[in-house]
């Protein structure tokens, strides 16, 4: 994914500078985001004997946007959308547990209903916060470090690379910050492992959908953002515009 015929520019540059579809991608970050947490995590889900979370379909497709993110438009502006998307946790949690606790009015029959869709436990809200947030900032530093050591080639080694790192931080926080003490420890390990391994296998199978995102994205925008001299800590200030 090196094209010769696009601009190679450093991501001091890239933060500062206006892309064209880069509000558009970062929306469908955002949206994937949450709706992965809110629809996919309530619903257990069984094919072929094996039960999982349906949410395991969706989710991961956030991680390939977080890489089409710092592939495209570098670590800075993928900053951006990572800290977008945890205020939009934050605000969501926060409007499922006042949605849930008003009283329902005399005769609504669907208090039950919305208590077992969006009433998660305190302790799954901080899981999920925390894990998104960690994982993705792991994610994209990995994704832009790697862009830099192989110059720009072999784009799959770098996003599958970096998910394997970002989706490892993930289900390290997630699991025993949701479960442990509830779950027994061998269940928090399994689940912990077996759902890191179809994360990692879904990015891989996204892999083809992935080149050709990010192809289109660098041919219309008309760039390709190298993360060098870029300050990586979470909470740097950017660029002035």
């Known amino acids: 994914m090196n094209d010769p015929t696009l601009n190679r520019i450093d991501g001091t540059a890239g933060a500062r500078r206006h892309f064209r579809y880069f509000d558009y991608v970062m929306a469908a970050f955002v949206a994937i985001l949450l709706l992965s947490n809110l629809i996919g995590a309530a619903k257990l889900a069984q094919v072929g004997g094996h039960v999982f979370g349906a949410g395991i379909l969706f989710f991961p497709v956030s ?5 089409v993110l710092t592939e495209v438009y570098g670590y800075a502006n993928a900053r951006r959308c990572v800290w977008a998307g945890f205020f939009a946790m934050i605000f969501m949690a926060f409007m499922s547990y006042v949605v849930v606790a008003m009283p329902p009015a005399p005769g609504w029959e669907g208090q039950a209903a919305y208590e077992s869709v ?6 799954i809200v901080l899981a999920s916060i925390i894990a998104f947030w960690a994982g993705e900032f792991v994610n994209s530093f990995v994704l832009a470090k790697m862009k830099i050591l192989t110059a720009g080639k072999a784009l799959w080694t770098r996003t599958i690379g970096s998910t394997v790192f970002g989706q490892a931080m993930d289900s390290l926080l997630f699991y025993p910050i949701a479960f442990l003490g509830i779950w027994s420890n061998e269940q928090v390990l399994t689940v912990m492992g077996t759902n890191w391994l179809l ?40 660029p002035a515009q």
Do not use: I
């Open 63 to 67: 991680y390939v946007l977080g890489d």
């Open 118 to 123: 969006f009433g998660s436990t305190w302790r």
């Open 199 to 238: 994360k990692v296998l879904w990015e891989a199978v996204l892999t083809p959908v992935t080149y050709l995102v990010v192809g289109w994205l660098k041919r219309r925008e008309g760039a390709d953002v190298y993360d060098t001299g870029t300050d990586f800590s979470p909470f740097a200030k950017a």
